[in-house]
């Protein structure tokens, strides 16, 4: 498999366009054309990471965090040098593998046994539209299927959705004009049908080229309207429950225990440790700015990077469970839809990584 199909195939699990504009995802080292060879996941690109790349000929490397984040004026540094010396092509899936399923909170979700319910904040880098055109009724199907294949009407965990109705057109073609109906400097009714359909910010060009491909107008009457609400397929951190309720801390001990964290720290939020536990909040990494969303919807909140007084003003109860060790479960789950692709591929282990236990004296 070439890098270029390896990036097409990850693109169709997290799309680039899903992650914050802030952010920094995709190929970030290396040539598309070249065979992608076995494949190494980790949260980050350390210069050991890329020592362990080079011994064990990995071809790939596919990292959560991004390997370069800030605009670089030169390329000394060391890690990117022998990454780039030894062919080894760099990856990185970022905000855009939080926001999707199977992505990082899902990993974390199924880690902790939740019963995923749905998004804890429906953010992400893209935007939602709603898209309409009109076409003659033996087209319509022909539309709809090229439309879909170019990734519009995915909603949650259903594809192809779309509204139709019957409608009546009037157009009058001009002059120079090739009308594919009626006739020029006539003024016609026809009967067409409208379809009505939602498409990611994302999906957009690739909509718009199969309208243009597809339809049989000369000047199709088509229209794209961002709307207010987001797509519920993708969003930040996830709420979901467990399957009997059970004390705050026998859960911050599961919580330990599942993600074979070193410890966790728990914020009881006055509340007693004993205090019934069902509806739980996750997110992997620094989840600090969803303290408040989580608050609103679940009994506690379980996620990474939390500061001292983030902590001491949350209402909801907090598991601070590590950046680390609340993203490295999604590294198993893209280690598993991998292979079931044939890809070869190894997960950096968490006992080598410089900041999983490897800190703790
Ligand atoms: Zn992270
Ligand atoms: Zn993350």
Not at 326 to 345: G, H, M, N, R
Request: charged content about 20%.
């Amino acid at each position: 498999m070439l890098v270029s199909e390896l990036l097409t195939l990850l693109n169709k699990l997290a799309p680039q366009g899903l992650a914050s504009s802030w952010d920094n995802v995709g190929l970030q080292v290396g040539n598309p054309s070249r065979q992608a060879g076995k494949v190494l996941l980790t949260l980050d690109v350390t210069p050991s990471v890329a020592d362990y790349a080079v011994k064990q000929h990995f071809g790939t490397i596919i990292s959560h965090h991004p390997l370069i984040f800030r605009p670089l004026q030169s390329v000394t540094r060391q890690d990117i040098l022998t990454l780039a010396e030894n062919r080894i092509a760099v990856i990185a899936m970022h905000t855009n593998l939080d926001v999707v399923p199977d992505g990082v909170n899902y990993a974390l979700a199924e880690a902790l046994g939740l019963i995923v319910t749905g998004t804890l904040s429906d953010e992400t880098g893209s935007k939602w539209y709603h898209g309409s055109v009109t076409a003659p009724p033996l087209y319509l199907e022909k539309l709809a299927e090229a439309i879909h294949s170019a990734g519009a009407g995915r909603i949650g965990l259903y594809d192809k959705c779309s509204t139709r109705h019957d409608i009546s057109g009037t157009f009058r073609a001009l002059e120079g004009s090739n009308p594919f109906l009626g006739n020029q400097g006539k003024y016609e009714k026809v009967d067409e049908v409208e379809l009505e359909f939602m498409v990611d910010s994302f999906n957009l060009p690739a909509v718009k080229q199969a309208i243009k491909q597809t339809h049989p107008y000369e000047t199709p009457a088509v229209w794209f309207a961002e709307v207010q609400n987001a797509n519920p397929t993708y969003g930040l951190g996830l709420v979901g429950t467990l399957e009997k309720a059970m004390k705050l801390e026998t859960f911050a001990k599961k919580v330990k225990t599942k993600l074979k964290a070193p410890f966790v720290q728990l914020w009881t939020a006055g509340k007693d440790k004993s205090h019934p536990v069902r509806t739980v909040a996750v997110c992997g990494g620094a989840g600090g700015s969803l303290i408040h969303k989580a608050a609103a919807v679940a009994d506690v909140f379980v996620t990474g990077d939390i500061t001292y007084h983030a902590m001491l003003e949350s209402s909801v109860p907090l598991i601070n469970a590590g950046h680390f060790h609340t993203e490295f479960p999604v590294l198993t789950k893209l280690k598993s839809l991998l292979k079931k692709q044939d890809i070869a591929c190894a997960i950096y282990p968490a006992e080598s990584h410089e900041v999983g236990n490897n800190l703790l004296i």
